[in-house]
């Protein structure tokens, strides 16, 4: 090809990927224009004669300071978390700090909530009418501030409830019409997850549109979850529940506990950080929950706070819960059976899958070892992808298919197949 062909060639290319006019409105085209001005249209990728990587200077960025609703404790654009065990006033926290922020008040360490905000709280654990708002009241929280997610209207006007894992884009295009919003609260968090909350990748899908809200909108979002049975005295970020892309995405976690008093004294209650990317890891405040007569004949209760705590939350949880360290060990390998149960209920997977999934949930290889013959299950070889296979195993109906031996024509008992010393096989 000659050097003009190849010219022409060039410039018609150049034509199609940057046009002079726009194809939609015919408006006029600056020179490499990615884009119209007026209408919005834009080249397909397919047509863009030249592709490339685009590189961002680290000198070009303009840095910004973390944006805090509460300092040091919860920032805004971002999806922290509140974890703990069922019974030690997460929920209750939560609203503490919705009060703080519809009534401008101050937060536990004396620094004020500057401007008041609404707050925009999706929770399927409690009621409004008989928990929820007495709660709020409780704490003299700005109840017009505040609004409940309680259902999903589709184009028909059919109402259905709110499902966070699919409604989270609907729910934003709500959220902007609210401009002081300062915070989103999601009792339970693994509601925000469709598949299995125990699988990262599925996670990471779930809470992306959570996490994408929070800093479209600039606002704050508080997952509420639990901790995994039997995990005491292990670190606290551990202890989450589900897959360990919740800690991951979040930016903030925070762990409440009951303080046990040998003495029988007044019950106390701790809040403290657990993970944090964006500012210390340590510390927290006692607080005690309180109940309050809201209406006459109505109680509720609410948070009266302590003082501030000092010590990683690890110690401060071990503190509180009284333990030495030593982890309940039948709970953790009850925990582990139930994992396994559910990731081998529709048939047999790749052992490496499970073992992947389990370490994204928490759980040891060790522990899932230990697990494997309480939870009746057994390695088998795939004839068609050449792994090891995990599946349960099966009552068999017929007590003649039962015998797991053989008796060879040697007069020795066999298994119908060897056990393998791969290590795969032992996860």
Not at 11 to 36: G, R, S, V
Not at 89 to 107: C, D, F, V
């Amino acid at each position: 090809m000659s050097t003009v062909s190849r010219e022409r060639g060039q410039a018609a290319l150049d034509a199609m990927a940057y046009p002079t006019k726009c194809p939609e409105c015919a408006a006029p085209l600056p020179p490499n224009a990615t884009h119209c001005a007026m209408c919005g249209w834009a080249p397909s990728l397919a047509k863009r004669a030249h592709q490339s990587i685009v590189l961002t200077g680290a000198d070009s960025v303009t840095v910004k300071p973390i944006d805090w609703l509460w300092e040091g404790y919860l920032p805004r654009g971002m999806m922290a978390l509140l974890a703990g065990l069922p019974g030690c006033g997460k929920s209750t926290l939560a609203l503490a700090i919705t009060a703080t922020i519809t009534n401008a008040g101050r937060w536990p360490d004396g620094t004020p909530m500057n401007n008041p905000g609404s707050v925009l709280i999706w929770s399927s654990e409690d009621a409004m009418d008989t928990t929820l708002v007495p709660r709020l009241m409780a704490m003299n929280a700005d109840l017009s501030r505040v609004k409940f997610v309680t259902g999903f209207l589709d184009a028909e006007g059919n109402r259905r409830a709110f499902d966070p894992s699919q409604d989270i884009r609907a729910l934003e295009e709500q959220a902007a019409l609210i401009p002081d919003l300062r915070l989103l609260i999601v009792d339970p968090v693994l509601s925000a997850v469709a598949g299995d909350s125990h699988k990262a990748a599925e996670t990471r899908r779930g809470l992306q549109a959570v996490v994408d809200m929070a800093s479209a909108r600039n606002i704050a979002v508080l997952g509420i979850t639990h901790f995994r049975k039997g995990s005491s005295a292990t670190d606290p970020a551990e202890r989450v529940i589900g897959s360990q892309a919740f800690v991951a995405l979040a930016r903030m976690v925070l762990v409440a506990s009951k303080v046990k008093d040998p003495e029988g004294g007044k019950l106390t209650r701790i809040i403290a950080r657990a993970k944090s990317n964006i500012s210390a890891d340590d510390g927290g405040f006692e607080f005690f929950l309180e109940q309050y007569e809201v209406k006459p004949g109505i109680w509720a209760q609410g948070v009266q706070w302590g003082g501030a705590i000092s010590g990683s939350a690890l110690a401060l949880l071990n503190q509180a819960e009284n333990t030495d360290g030593t982890n309940d060990e039948r709970h953790v390998i009850d925990e582990a059976v139930e994992f396994l149960q559910n990731a081998l209920a529709s048939g047999q997977v790749q052992s490496k899958e499970v073992e992947a999934d389990a370490k994204a949930a928490g759980i040891s290889v060790a522990t899932l070892r230990r697990a494997k013959k309480q939870a009746k299950v057994k390695s088998v070889k795939s004839a068609m992808q050449g792994c090891w296979m995990l599946e349960l195993r099966r009552c068999s109906p017929n007590s003649e298919d039962a015998h797991p031996f053989v008796v060879s024509t040697f007069e020795q008992v066999e298994h119908l197949r060897a056990e393998s010393t791969e290590t795969e096989l032992e996860f």
